[in-house]
């Protein structure tokens, strides 16, 4: 039987035999697991596991974007994922792989630092984000069926590992359309995307902006749930995995960014989830354009893109930096 107007859509039933074999794969060879993301302090909460969706919020001006494309460049050094990014407000795209270049050097491009990095390993480094970056631009906004097809283009063309959307309300919505189920409907297209070309799966979206005024005691502004992002709880029930990124910019921790692990669906094979009182804390250095972790266990901060875990990384000054002794020709 079906409702009027409704589409008739067939179904697969899973078989005892389609069960079985699908259990002893997972006896005989393991489930498939989150990859670590370099970052030990996260590890524990979250890793990055193919055929999954991540919902990023957070306040705006808060760091959502920078953290995103942080972990996007440590899973392409460490794992060669390859990315396919619609970012319609890092525009022009220049500019955002520079700041990707910087990030993997440790070092400005700026041209009024004396202690920039050199033509010939910009170069390099560009030639490796561009390798493993590929930036989508539409002359008019885009529909979410739009931005799959294009995804789906680069999953031939490119054989890319992830796909990101940052963020979600640069999308255009049906005039007709109600808002929540604008956002359901695309979510679950978006979740059998995923699923059929094995990626991961990033949406970041901003937080209903009351939430920027709610302080806490010693002043500082709390940090959004995932039910405080736009267009409400439909994106904690559809995704499989929900960070908030907040930072409290008019404070002495101005560069320290926390990271809220609020929701991971398949907790044995991902993570767990933070405690409310206890996020993982980054500390963004400006001088090598990208962040240094904090170890609890250690309390000391390193670098995970330069795997050193259980390190402390050397005072330098600028000017005593040579070129040759961030990275070799061959790291990049």
Not at 228 to 251: K, Y
Not at 287 to 296: E, Q, S, T, W
Request: include cysteine; glycine fraction near 6%; charged fraction near 30%.
């Amino acid at each position: 039987m079906s409702l009027e107007n409704d589409k008739y859509v067939s179904a697969k039933l899973q078989t005892k035999k389609d069960i079985k074999s699908y259990i002893s794969g997972i006896y005989n060879e393991g489930y498939t697991k989150g990859l670590s993301t370099g970052i030990a302090s996260l590890d524990p909460h979250f890793t990055m596991r193919k055929k999954e969706l991540t919902i990023i919020t957070g306040l705006a001006n808060r760091g959502k974007s920078t953290f995103l494309f942080y972990l996007m460049l440590l899973m392409s050094k460490k794992y060669g994922w390859k990315w396919a990014v619609y970012s319609p407000e890092n525009s022009p795209v220049g500019d955002i792989i520079i700041e990707l270049a910087e990030m993997l050097c440790g070092r400005t491009a700026d041209k009024d630092n004396l202690g920039r990095m050199s033509m010939s390993r910009l170069d390099k480094s560009v030639d490796f984000i561009t390798e493993h970056f590929f930036f989508l631009e539409f002359e008019e906004t885009p529909t979410t069926t739009d931005l799959l097809r294009e995804f789906e283009r680069l999953c031939y063309e490119k054989q890319i590992d992830g796909c990101v959307i940052d963020p979600w309300n640069d999308l255009r919505k049906p005039d007709t359309a109600i808002m929540y189920d604008f956002i359901y409907k695309s979510l679950a297209a978006i979740r059998r995307f995923k699923a059929k070309y094995d990626l991961h799966f990033i949406i970041s979206t901003h937080s209903i902006s009351a939430k920027s005024r709610l302080v806490s005691d010693d002043g500082s502004t709390r940090p959004p749930g995932m039910y405080d992002a736009e267009g409400g709880g439909v994106w904690a029930n559809r995704s499989d995995n929900f960070l908030t990124i907040h930072r409290n910019p008019n404070s002495e921790d101005w560069d320290k960014t926390q990271i809220h692990v609020r929701k991971i669906k398949f907790q044995k094979l991902v993570g767990t989830p933070t405690n409310d009182d206890s996020p993982v804390i980054l500390a963004y250095s400006k001088d090598i354009c990208r962040f240094r972790a904090y170890n609890p266990k250690t309390m000391m901060y390193y670098d995970p893109l330069e795997e050193q875990p259980e390190q402390t990384l050397p005072l330098i000054e600028m000017e005593d930096i040579d070129d040759d002794m961030w990275h070799s020709t061959d790291e990049l």
